[in-house]
Each structure stands twice: as structure tokens, then as C-alpha cells.
């Protein structure tokens, strides 16, 4: 069945530099993959989405990459704010409509 | 607020009580699907509705749970003989597809915490 690990449960990260997260998959690579964030006590809000013949997308200060050869997505938050301390999840879309997520990854920024 | 809306917050059982939960996607979204999240995870698929046909629903899933969505707007989860186990965060999600684009973007509701004694 497929895997996704994203990476270390719990990131710390200095304000004002680039977080970066990543997430690794197994077996089929998704026509889509799409990262969330999720604030404690609320619901995942969709961030972006790229398609597996996408390398990147950017939107602001959020950049995802998307490496099919590694099946692996990166997730880059540059100049990272207080305000960005979340948990962020990938998850994978095979274009059936259902998503499959990952455990998340922590997100903390510190002053 | 036009957003995803889920009822009740918080649910208290007793092992073996049934339990019903709604959801009400944003109005216009045809799509809908129900996730269960315990902590530390993402959320599960359960199952997805696209307007009131039923299409998918996980190999995982109990004979115990069952979703409605009569009408193609508003749907219901029921939980029968609730186990322990069962204990979670149910979540929604809404979306609007496009006939030829097989992705969305979904918008998930506060969800509904199920706790059974």
C-alpha cells in the first residue's frame, strides 16, 4: 500500500529563514500532490497543488517542488514568520478525488 | 460564514450507542467527502459523494458506518455499536469538480470530536 513519510515530526526554524519540508512517497507517483497547512483545533486549508509534470510552483513566499524520479515533494516557506507556525500536510492525488495524507510535519517559527 | 459547517463539535457516547453527524458543504461545492483524523495523523479518507451518488468509500471502513447525502446537499454519517476505537475526529470536506479536471481543491469543516466511553 502507499507510504508517505514527511519529514521529522516537529521542525524548529529561525525567523526570517526558509523552512523546508519535505515528503516522501512509495509506489505510484499521484497525477497531483497537494500541501495544507493546519492550525490546532481547525481543518487542513489547501495551500497549492502541482501536477507530476510540474517541477515547481510558486505562490508568495511558498515554493513546492515536485521529483517523480525521487518521489518526493519539498515545500519551502522563504523569510519564515511567527505567523507561519502550523502543521503542513502533503497529501497525494491520483485524480480519483480522494486525497491521501500524510502524517504532517510541525512547524515552528521562532523569533 | 459560508464555509463548510459540521454539527455537533463534540460528541460523548457510550461503547455500543449509535451516533449520527451532518455535514453542510459550501452550497454551491457537488462534491463531499467525510475523513476521520486521530492525533498526530492526516486525515483518513472515509468516503465521497459527488452530488447525491455515492462513489467511493474506503476498504478500511466498518459495515458499521454509513453516509447519506439525499438530496445532494447536506449529508449524514452514522456510527452503529460505537467501539472505542472509534473514538476520533470526524471531518468534512467540500469541493467543486469539473467535468474533465479530476482534481479540486477541498475545504474541510471544524469537524466533529467523537469520544466513546
Known amino acids: 500500500s502507499q507510504k508517505i513519510e514527511q519529514n521529522s515530526e516537529a521542525l524548529n526554524i529561525q525567523e526570517g529563514k526558509t523552512a523546508t519540508l519535505t515528503c516522501n512517497y512509495t509506489n505510484y507517483s499521484p497525477a497531483y500532490l497537494q500541501w495544507y497547512r493546519q492550525d490546532p483545533g481547525r481543518g487542513p486549508v489547501f495551500l497549492l497543488l502541482i501536477r507530476e509534470n510540474e517541477k515547481e510552483k510558486r505562490k508568495e513566499r511558498l515554493k513546492v517542488t515536485f521529483d517523480t524520479t525521487l518521489k518526493q515533494s519539498l515545500f519551502h516557506i522563504t523569510a519564515s514568520q511567527p505567523a507561519d507556525s502550523a502543521t503542513y500536510l502533503c497529501?497525494?492525488?491520483?485524480?480519483?478525488?480522494?486525497?491521501?495524507f500524510g502524517t504532517g510535519t510541525r512547524l515552528t517559527i521562532i523569533p | 460564514d459560508t464555509g463548510v459547517s459540521q454539527d455537533p463539535r463534540h460528541k460523548i457516547t457510550k461503547r455500543g450507542q449509535n451516533v449520527t453527524f451532518r455535514c453542510d458543504p459550501i452550497s454551491e461545492h457537488n462534491r463531499l467527502y467525510w475523513y476521520r483524523q486521530t492525533l498526530g495523523q492526516g486525515p483518513e479518507f472515509l468516503t465521497y459523494?459527488?452530488?447525491?451518488?455515492?462513489?467511493?468509500k474506503s476498504r478500511l471502513l466498518s459495515d458499521r458506518f454509513s453516509a447519506e447525502r439525499p438530496k445532494g446537499s447536506f449529508s449524514t454519517l452514522e456510527i452503529q455499536r460505537t467501539e472505542q476505537r472509534d473514538s476520533a475526529m470526524y471531518r468534512c470536506?467540500?469541493?467543486?469538480?469539473?467535468?474533465?479536471?479530476?482534481?479540486?481543491?477541498?475545504?474541510f469543516g471544524p469537524g466533529t470530536r467523537l469520544t466513546v466511553l
Open positions: 459523494f459527488q452530488n447525491e451518488a455515492q462513489l467511493e
Open positions: 497529501a497525494l492525488d491520483f485524480g480519483n478525488e480522494k486525497l491521501t
Open positions: 470536506a467540500s469541493s467543486y469538480g469539473t467535468a474533465g479536471v479530476n482534481t479540486d481543491t477541498q475545504y
